[in-house]
């Protein structure tokens, strides 16, 4: 059973940290990333399933942990070796019991919530975060039964999406996929459900003018989730969502999700001023041109230095930019949003959302599963591989946008090419 | 020797390679056997004395006007309006036709005793000239007595406290201009009539206007219905401005109009080659031709660009005159198509144009896309009388690098023009529906409108609504040289070549089209029979 594991090699992890400079995903050849033969994990409790991976996608998480990149926070919540791959569409291997508390039989497709809360560690009574519902905040991701791990395909007892020997997950962590919802459509639930929940956890209000910075993966979602969100009344709508993306295909999708206007990155900022109806001033000598007013919210799904200047560059005074795109240890101009008094918050994962009456709570998964059918979120998924063509699959997915893609993902069920 | 008229040529296999401009250069092409090139009618005579025939337009006035000096008298105030920077192309040596002019009022407005003189650079939307520009339309010693003073201004169609409402027209037109223009006791209007669109009731009813007034004939249903609108009889835009000219009239502003024409001597000695037919080159004709090109292909953009705009043109003033607006422009209607009409039979299945580096729009400036669109489907395409150069579903070609450039302070809502309005449509009535309001009132761009020198917000509309009737009329519009991506995103047809082009066009017009190759500049007006 091939499975593809990543190893606490600092030489391999160095030499992928010097390669990728070329280019994201261009150093996976020569870092702690092979393709091994390897059994299923065992169930560590009760309450765990096996789930047999169908499609599993290759997120710009990923990513920064391939190519060295991804910040040295995580360390003491994530256990080597592990096996990638936390959005996962898959089949169940034996009965088990979903999230909701209903019973799913061997062979039900699920989707793999990944975060591994006080549930999934057996540990009573949660944290203040799972008791509330936000998995995402779980304050206990390094103890309990298991080892180490923010989420499924970074945890070493868990196994990940990408392997055909499968992986186990808690039956906190299984959502049935509705028969109307294809694979391509699923395996982007877990994206969607962040998307879903950095929308409703942004401060939008009626008639505001939302910014999205980054038209990848996550960008795009963010722009799906908000289309389909507001214009079922579950989150105000804005008058105006402007998206920041490179590249033709993207914001040709962007535009399909419902926003306003998708134009090149370089351009967002000028489309900010406008729509705001500000002035704008500075700019010379390379210094950023600051706006008398600017977006009411920022959504960042990018991470890096750059995208969270703009970002700052183009919300108004008061407004909020809100981090959905990993970032890592950046150097920034704080000076704006001191001065502005500008929110900078962290946008991550899911739990549950705000629900019809005061006290209710819906999973994020729940919404995210209605955006996918709603927006066929699957047309994002621009090629699959097989494991044995990781490199392929990794080098495709570090230049997806420059290569006209979106989301790559491994198709377990394939074999080796010819 | 008597100049010779325009004039339409035939290739046959002996014609030489046909000069197309190409932005700041050009190109020579050979055209197919049977296609016509039309060539501007030769520079009409100079006035050998400028300063007198002034003198004499202001002295003997057409239509129901006093001669100037009768209307002039100590106490009153008096307001000098003048053509902006985007007349004459290229802007002319020194001195200025509007320098000539102005000196020749003030010192009858000095005669007379008037101190109560003020200066306005007619802009409607265009961006406000620099001192140096001033400097050069107006000479220094005009400026020099005004500009310190504070009585050298430009028109301010933003400034609520300096416009005034005179009413609407019978069809509902707001009329809405200067104040100080329209409160004095006499606006003295000073035209350059370079196109027979220049000039009568639109000098001071564009040239002096607001937004709310110039909205009702800038806008896509009056560009389409104008036709063209280098025709005045036929052009519904100056309709317009007609109606609200009349209204400014009836409303007490009393104008005294002065206009003047200019011949087509478009270039300097060491450009003369290009207004010149090409089997008439000398040696040194094709000596500069080739060294100018080998030069200029291996010259930055931005270089050439320095290079062109620095030219001045050797422009001559063929005719002045003075009075009530619309006896003074019957004339200069008239004399203008004395120096640019040509008779031509017949229209064309591809009309092709090689575009300059300089349009009314970027003087000192970049000839951005929008503005490569404007002149060629706007103007180039419009320089006609009776029917259009190209029939009816034709193709035009058009050729220049067509650069995705823009000048960041001319032009800053040209560039939110390209980037979010264009990417959406490039049709002029949705534009005009959905966009144009949000830019026309856009505080940015009214603020650098006002304190920059950048063109008003709903500038970019405009030139594209120039192109509204091109753009219905023509079933293909072809870019030769361009930069792919910004013809596309103009909505036309990006090709390499002009053999190229032609079959691109074959799509629309067949195998075996006719072609008419419009040989401007120097400009001329077609008489489509």
Known sequence: MSTLLFERSLPRFAAARVVSTLGSGRGVGVGPLRLVERDAPAVPA???????????????????????RSSRYFEDIVSFPFVPGHEVVGTLAEDAVGADGSGLAAGSRVVLQPVLGCAARGIEPPCPACQAGNVGNCGNLAFGHIRPGLQTGFCADTGGGWSTSGLVAHSSQLYAVPDHLGDSDAVTVEPVACAVHAVLGAPIAAGD??????????????????????????????????????????????????????????????????????????????????????????????????????????????????????????????????????RLAGAYAYGTEPGAGPDDRVPTFALAFEVAAAQRTGQLVSATYPLTRFEDAVAHAGAAGRRGAVKIAFDVRKGPAS | MSRRPGFVLEVDTSTPPTLFWNGEGFTLETLPVGSRVIYAPEPVKAIDDPYGAIRHALLHPVGDRDPLP???????????????????????????IRQMVIETVLDMAAEAGVDDVVLVAALALHRRMTEEELRHALGNRVYDAFAPHGLLTQHDAEDPDNLVHLGQTDQGEDVEINKRAATSDLLVYVNINLVSMDGGHKSVATGLASYRSLRHHHNPQTMRHSKSFMDQPASELHSSNWRMGRLIAESGVKIFQIETTL???????????????????????????????????????????????????????????????????????????????????????ILTMGLPYICPYNVNSIMNPILVACLGLGYFFNMYRGKPLVREGGVVIMRHPTRPEFHPGHHPSYIDFYEQVLTQTIDPVQMHKEFEESFATDPWYVHLYRTGHAYHGVHPFYMWYWCAHALAHVGRVIVVGGDAKAVRRLGFSPASSMNDALEIASDVVGPSPTLTHVHNPPIFMADVH
């Open chain 2, 70 to 96: 009768a209307l002039l008298r100590p106490g009153m105030k008096l307001t000098i309006c003048f053509d902006d920077v985007s007349l004459p192309l290229p802007p002319m040596e020194a001195p200025d």
């Open chain 1, 46 to 68: 009760e309450g765990w399933a096996h789930v047999e991976p169908t499609l599993s996608g290759i997120c710009g998480s990923d990513l920064a942990t391939l190519d060295g």
């Open chain 1, 209 to 342: 003018v939302v910014a999205v910075v980054g038209a990848g993966t996550l960008g795009l979602l963010v722009t799906a989730a908000l289309g389909h969100l507001a214009s079922i009344g579950r989150c105000p709508a804005p008058s105006v969502v402007l998206v920041g993306a490179r590249y033709a295909h993207q914001q040709r999708l962007a535009r399909a999700f419902g926003c306003t206007e998708a134009l090149p990155d370089d351009q967002l900022a000028r489309a900010v001023r406008r729509h705001s109806r500000s002035l704008s001033y500075g700019g010379a000598s390379g210094t950023t041109a600051t706006l008398s007013g600017g977006a009411d919210v920022v959504i960042d799904c990018v991470g890096s230095p750059e995208s969270i200047a703009q970002s700052l560059a183009m919300v108004r005074p008061r407004g909020t930019v809100s981090l959905v795109g990993m970032p890592g240890k950046v150097t920034v101009d704080l000076a704006p949003l001191w001065h502005r008094e500008v």
């Open chain 2, 263 to 349: 011949n087509n001597d478009t270039f300097p000695s060491n450009f003369k080659f290009l207004q010149k037919r090409e089997w008439e080159w000398s040696l040194r004709d094709r000596a500069t031709f080739a060294a100018t090109s080998t030069a200029l292909s291996k010259t930055p953009p931005r270089i050439a660009r320095q290079i062109f705009q620095s030219i001045k043109s050797p422009h001559a003033l063929t005719s002045v005159q003075a009075g009530e607006v619309e006896a003074v422009h019957a004339l200069t209607t008239a004399n203008v198509w004395a120096q640019q009409g040509v008779d031509v039979e017949g229209q064309t299945d």
